[in-house]
Nanobody, 119 residues
Framework: QVQWQESGPGLVKPSQTVSLTCAVSGAFIATGYYYWSWIRQPPGRGLEWIGY???????RHNPSLKSRTSNSRDPSNNQFTLQLSSVPPEDTAVYYCARGPRMTQYNSWGQGTKVTVSS
């Protein structure tokens, strides 16, 4: 069973860069065939896919966020990291990491970490 440990800054100011890390145990992010993804849910809104890093290291991002998004991984520590730059208040959301066999199909989720963008 996959276990997740998400970490993030909590509160950031507009225009700053948010860095979120998801540490995984119970599965290896660099083996198998899974997509390791980031999803977010703004207050009062639905889920929005941000991007993934595949087990082979390939990344893909939501076109609406692509210019501000970077996804990387550290297999030695079995964790992956999302960076979201130049954040506006609209990036306020609960950010989740997840694993799935397809790009937007998930079979395990992290608990979520809240990010608030406010001056």
């Amino acid at each position: 069973q996959v276990q997740w440990q998400e970490s993030g800054p909590g509160l950031v100011k507009p225009s700053q860069t948010v860095s979120l890390t998801c540490a995984v145990s119970g599965a290896f992010i660099a083996t198998g065939y899974y997509y390791w993804s980031w999803i977010r849910q703004p207050p009062g809104r639905g889920l929005e896919w941000i991007g993934y890093i595949h087990v082979n290291g390939h990344t893909r991002h939501n076109p609406s966020l692509k210019s501000r998004t970077s996804n990387s991984r550290d297999p030695s520590n079995n964790q992956f990291t999302l960076q979201l730059s130049s954040v506006p208040p609209e990036d306020t959301a609960v950010y989740y990491c997840a694993r799935g066999p397809r790009m937007t199909q998930y079979n395990s989720w992290g608990q979520g970490t809240k990010v608030t963008v406010s001056s």
